[in-house]
C-alpha cells in the first residue's frame, strides 16, 4: 500500500458545481497536509497548507483533515473554468529529515 | 525577485550519456528537493539537501546523484541515461521542514 492515495480521476463538472477532492493515508506520523495546483506544463503550486487536524477555509477553497481517518479533503465551491488543472495533495512527517510525499493527482475539468 | 528556475526546460539524450540538469534559488532556502513526474506514478522523491554538503537518496534515487557544494544549487546527474528515466524533472525548495515547497518549472527529458 502506498503512503498516499488519490484518486486520478479525470473529474468533470460543470461551472458553478461544488467539487470535492481526497486523498487518504497510512503513515500516522504525518502532521502536514498540502494542497498543491499544477495547470499543464507548469510546476506545481502551493494551494492550501494545514497543520495537524482542522478545517481551513481560503475564498473559494476549504481544506479539511481528518487525522483519526487518515483522510483529507479539498473542496472548491463556485468552480470556474480556470480551476481546471491537476490538484496534489501532500504531507509530512514533523520531524527533520522527512520530505513532502505526494498523491498521483486528481485532473479536474471545469466546464463553461 | 527570488525565484527558482531550472535548466534546460528540454532535453534530448541518447542511452548512456551522462546528463546533468540543474536548479538554481535565490531564496536562500536550505531545503531543496528533485522530484520525476511520470503518468500513472505522480511525483516521486528522487534526491534531497538540507544544506551544504548533505545529501540523501529518495524514493527513486538509482541511476542518478546529486550534490550540493552551495545554498543556491542542486544539479540533478543522470549518470548512464535510460530510456526509463524519460520523464519531467522538478526542482523544489523551502526554508523549513514540513512546511509548503516552492517549485521550478520543470525539465522536460527525453532518452532515446
Known amino acids: 500500500q502506498k503512503e498516499v492515495e488519490q484518486d486520478p480521476g479525470p473529474l468533470s463538472v460543470p461551472e458553478g458545481a461544488i467539487v470535492s477532492l481526497n486523498c487518504t493515508y497510512s503513515n500516522s506520523a504525518f502532521q502536514y497536509f498540502m494542497w498543491y495546483r499544477q495547470y499543464s506544463r507548469k510546476g506545481p503550486e502551493l494551494l492550501m497548507y494545514t497543520y495537524s487536524s482542522g478545517n481551513k477555509e481560503d475564498g473559494r477553497f476549504t481544506a479539511q483533515v481528518d487525522k483519526s481517518s487518515k483522510y483529507i479533503s479539498l473542496f472548491i465551491r463556485d468552480s470556474q473554468p480556470s480551476d481546471s488543472a491537476t490538484y496534489l495533495c501532500a504531507m509530512s512527517a514533523r520531524q527533520a529529515g522527512t520530505a513532502l510525499i505526494f498523491g498521483k493527482g486528481t485532473t479536474l475539468s471545469v466546464s463553461s | 525577485d527570488a525565484e527558482i528556475t531550472q535548466s534546460p526546460r528540454h532535453k534530448i539524450t541518447e542511452t548512456g550519456r551522462q546528463v546533468t540538469l540543474a536548479c538554481h534559488q535565490t531564496w536562500n532556502h536550505n531545503n531543496m528537493f528533485w522530484y520525476r513526474q511520470d503518468l500513472g506514478h505522480g511525483l516521486r522523491l528522487i534526491h534531497y539537501?538540507?544544506?551544504?554538503?548533505?545529501?540523501n537518496k529518495g524514493e527513486v534515487s538509482d541511476g542518478y546523484s546529486v550534490s550540493r557544494s552551495n545554498t543556491e544549487d542542486l544539479p540533478l546527474t543522470l549518470e548512464s541515461a535510460a530510456s526509463s528515466q524519460t520523464s519531467v524533472y522538478f526542482c523544489?525548495?523551502?526554508?523549513?521542514?514540513?512546511?509548503?515547497?516552492?517549485f521550478g518549472s520543470g525539465t522536460r527529458l527525453t532518452v532515446v
Open positions: 539537501s538540507y544544506g551544504v554538503q548533505d545529501t
Open positions: 523544489a525548495s523551502s526554508d523549513r521542514v514540513g512546511v509548503g515547497y516552492t
